[in-house]
């Protein structure tokens, strides 16, 4: 096989190119190609898999145990369950996150809990000095006797004192202020941070010690970004929220050792960040309850329900040119005109909702602003939409509806024919279209004649 070599990566998605070009042709980001040294000879595959000897050998399915070694499970479930369960021994873990978002501050709380337990962890910094970490620490009463710290940008250093005495947690923060002598380019380049990451990742297997990685999601093209490392490492976790808001999301991108879709709630305050056992608590208590605008959804992230309000703004304008499918649906089978109206959605809190099952909850909220017209008290809204306007089912409709009862609220708009929610408590009610859950929920008939007019209109 002719041997390709790929000289050119994206510092933004991390996509490979042969050729150097002026956008990336993966992710289309202007001037983020760089130059990827690339070693003639193979050092050895870094992977869970690399050790050699006696994994080399087939073994018998059922002889093999399902875990090699237990978990390091932390006093935080909400990073324990990101993390699938704890930190695996020999495990590479990136938390990549914007700058300020909270990663060296949640890293240290996670060196503070290990500590707590008896065990050495290696605080190395490339960012700050000693002393800033120490005053870190002591805000956010972390001062372990059983943190090491080590402010240090040269790899073959940080290796060795990984390995002069194997502690039972290793931070490197930031991945990207690390080099490698044996490397050209500074600090951040492409080949810098992805060969340090490569060979941290050979170091903690070979030693079962656990490292994690943070790496800054940068708008600065000069410095690789966290992309540049998630086909690398074990586990890619990110780190969202608001910097000028409480809430910050731990999310789980890929993990070897657990489930990618996990979530892990955080609030930020004056000693740091705490958990949130309980986010829909968390987010409904900041919510304008009967404010045109604002629907409640039962959103599903990983195994766990969350009740998030969703508010909506339609604004007149004269250049507006948001096109968004909801936006189209309800124009088509409502027959609303957005043509000429800015519109602005966001979800209380500052956190990011990606599920599909918040669709209805959207359009009902972009209706009840644009009515000015409040939806009722108590009420969820739960469900996908399709493109005739048509209300599809989502899964785990009984989770989301428990998560409902649980924190007070009352009625249920649901998809039809789902069978669920008989048992929860709530009120009930099954719509086929966004036309009849726009009937459903608001109590004074609409202003126009269009819901009547789209309600017949769904076809499959
Ligand atoms: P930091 O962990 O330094 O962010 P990152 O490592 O992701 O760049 O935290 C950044 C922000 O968090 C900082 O702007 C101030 C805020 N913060 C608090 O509000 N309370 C605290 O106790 C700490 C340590 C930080
Ligand atoms: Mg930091």
Same mark, same amino acid.
């Given at each position: ?183 050209? =380019?500074? $600090? &951040? ?6 060969? !340090? %990451? /490569?060979? @941290?990742?050979?170091? +903690? ?63 930020? =305050?004056? $000693? &740091? ?6 986010? !829909? %608590? /968390?987010? @409904?208590?900041?919510? +304008? ?172």
């Amino acid at each position: 096989m002719a041997k390709s070599t790929i000289t050119f990566v994206c510092t933004e998605c991390g996509g490979e190119s042969l050729r150097w070009a002026g956008q990336c042709p993966h992710c289309q980001a202007w001037n983020t190609l760089q130059e990827f040294q690339v070693r003639k000879a193979a050092v050895g595959k870094a992977g869970p898999h690399a050790k050699r000897g006696a994994g080399s050998k087939p073994l018998a399915l059922v002889d093999i145990s399902s875990e090699d070694a237990p978990r390091r499970a932390l006093a935080w479930d909400e990073l324990n369950r990101v993390l699938g369960g704890g930190i695996v021994p020999g495990s590479l873990v990136l938390v990549g996150g914007e700058p300020g978002v909270g990663k060296s501050t949640l890293l240290m709380h996670a060196a503070a809990q290990v500590a707590q337990r008896g065990s050495r962890v290696l605080y190395v910094s490339g960012e700050e000095s000693a002393q800033q970490i120490r005053m870190r620490a002591q805000r956010l009463g972390a001062l372990e006797a059983g943190i090491f710290v080590l402010a240090e940008n040269d790899l073959d250093l940080i290796c060795d004192a990984i390995s002069a005495e194997p502690p039972a947690l290793v931070i490197i923060d930031s991945i990207q202020t690390v080099t490698d002598a044996g490397f050209e =380019g500074s $600090a &951040g380049s492409v080949t810098q941070v992805r060969e !340090s %990451a /490569a060979r @941290l990742m050979r170091l +903690a297997k070979e030693i079962g010690v656990p490292i994690f990685l943070v790496g800054h999601v940068t708008k600065d093209g000069s410095i690789a970004g966290p992309r540049v490392l998630e086909h690398i490492v074990d586990t890619v976790l990110y780190l969202e929220g608001d910097r000028r808001q409480e809430l910050r999301i731990l999310r789980a991108m890929k993990n070897r050792f657990g489930s990618a879709e996990e979530i892990g709630v955080f609030a930020m =305050g004056e $000693a &740091g960040l705490e958990e949130v056992p309980d986010p !829909s %608590a /968390a987010l @409904l208590g900041s919510s +304008a309850t009967s404010s045109p605008g604002t629907a409640i959804v039962a959103a599903l992230e990983g195994t766990r329900p969350l009740l998030v309000e969703i508010q909506s703004l339609v604004n007149k304008t004269e250049n507006s040119i948001v096109r968004h499918m909801i936006l189209a649906v309800l124009e088509k089978r409502l027959s609303y005109k957005f043509g000429t109206s800015d519109i602005f959605v966001s979800v209380a809190g500052g956190i990011r909702v990606t599920e599909p099952a918040a669709d209805l909850g959207l359009a009902l909220s972009i209706v009840s602003n644009h009515n000015n017209g409040p939806l009722p008290d108590g009420l969820v809204v739960i469900g996908e939409l399709g493109l005739t306007g048509e209300v599809r089912r989502v899964g785990q409709l009984e989770r989301r509806l428990q998560e409902a009862a649980r924190h007070g609220l009352t009625r249920a708009l649901i998809p039809a024919g789902a069978k669920a929610g008989r048992h929860s408590g709530l009120e009930i009610v099954e719509v086929r279209t966004l036309a009849e859950a726009a009937s459903a929920a608001f109590s004074t008939p609409m202003r126009s004649g269009a819901l009547i007019r789209g309600a017949g209109v769904s076809v499959s």
